[in-house]
């Protein structure tokens, strides 16, 4: 199984995703892309979910959906259709679309995903400062 860490840097966190190989030609165009640097950036209005708008333009056939709704938190989904950008979602939300999903944060890292997903969220309404989040590959 591939894994992809997602580490941001203003946090000093990092935590691995195991990528969901029911996508594999999604899969395949990420990893090959990886090491790349995204813009963080959060919901407004869907929920508690964060954005990551990536480098990767994504035309691969999906063949495993999840409507946001229903997915577990965690969960990593890759946005072919609103703007090529990974989507963590690390809590409830009220988003009723469909979205390919890319892989699962492993589970001991979700109580620090949903700190510095609120974290995120409170940054829209304070000091607006640009944090980034890094993706690369596990090895081995």
Known sequence: MRKMRMEFPDFGAEMIIELDERNKDLCDEVWNELPFTCIQEHGMVSGYMIY???????????????????????????????????????????????????????????PELARIGREIWFNYFGEKKIYLVKFSRVEG
């Not at 709704?69 to 072919?80: F, I, L």
């Not at 609103?82 to 939300?93: L, R």
């Open 52 to 110: 990551c708008w990536t480098p990767v333009l994504s035309t691969a056939e999906i063949h495993h959906k999840l409507r946001h709704t229903e997915s577990p938190v965690g969960v990593v989904n890759y946005s072919q259709g609103t703007g090529n950008k990974i989507i963590v979602k690390y809590g409830e939300c009220n988003e009723d679309l469909y979205a390919p999903v890319l892989g699962q944060v492993q589970e001991q890292y979700l």
